[in-house]
């Protein structure tokens, strides 16, 4: 299982795009970026995951470069319902069946 | 379609008395996930299951910790004489691995366990 290394926490305001950066230097050549969000009193929500380049979704956009070693979730025009922990995991999609979640990224949107 | 369901919602024990917490997955997938997550924290993986059987029990923390899962459907995790700091919310996910989705896991609500 790679390691990742996100941010603690982030500040940012309403309306403002939000992107949190995620650094997986190990990555191995089998492995998906996936990040989820999950909301005080709630269970973690999956809201995207990628290979590499770029894919959107309603929720949100997954930016990866093309050495994969680190991606970028980004959050278009952010709300105030926002504020939540976003957790950035890295692993084979196809076979890992212990999945690690870390810390996360505490975002705090503020008015 | 319905999501993961967990029941209850909220359970207050006393110290050394048994608890079962249970966890209805989305139907269809075949893993099941426990997580701890002490407030504040992270995620604790416990346990997984790929259909009825636990490949992965390296998580629980001790041996009052035991979890079972009937038919590929519900699974009950069980802590025997709790103690003050297994006080936790404990969450279930279930993934549909058949599709290669390990990564893609969907969360039930959570059974806040309070141990006075």
């Known amino acids: 299982l790679a390691k990742t290394t996100q941010p603690i926490s982030m500040d940012s305001y309403e309306g403002q795009e939000v992107n949190i950066t995620c650094s997986h230097n190990?990555?191995?050549?089998?492995?998906?970026i996936t990040w989820y969000q999950q909301f005080p009193s709630q269970g973690p929500r999956f809201i995207i995951q990628?290979?590499?380049t770029k894919v959107t979704n309603e929720v949100a956009s997954l930016f990866i470069p093309a050495d994969r070693k680190s991606s970028t979730l980004s959050l278009p025009r952010v709300s105030l319902s926002d504020t939540a922990v976003y957790y950035c995991?890295?692993?084979?999609?196809?076979?890992?069946?212990?999945?690690?979640f870390g810390k996360g990224t505490r975002l705090h949107i503020l008015p | 379609g319905a999501g993961v369901s967990q029941s209850p919602s909220n359970k207050v024990t006393e110290k050394g008395k048994d608890v079962e917490l249970r966890c209805d997955p989305i139907?269809?997938?075949?893993?099941l996930y426990w997580y701890r997550q002490r407030l504040g924290q992270g995620l604790e993986f416990l346990i997984y299951?790929?259909?009825?059987?636990?490949?992965?029990k390296s998580g629980l923390p001790s041996d009052r910790f035991s979890a079972e899962r009937t038919g590929e459907s519900v699974s009950t995790l069980t802590i025997q004489r709790t103690q003050q700091e297994d006080s936790a919310v404990y969450l279930c996910?279930?993934?549909?691995?058949?599709?290669?989705?390990?990564?893609?896991?969907?969360f039930g609500p959570g059974t806040r366990l309070t141990v006075t």
């Open positions: 190990n990555i191995a050549t089998n492995d998906y």
């Open positions: 299951f790929q259909g009825n059987s636990a490949p992965d």
């Open positions: 995991l890295v692993g084979d999609n196809l076979r890992d069946d212990k999945i690690i």
């Open positions: 139907s269809g997938h075949t893993a």
């Open positions: 996910a279930s993934a549909n691995t058949g599709r290669g989705r390990f990564y893609e896991q969907y």
């Open positions: 990628g290979y590499k």
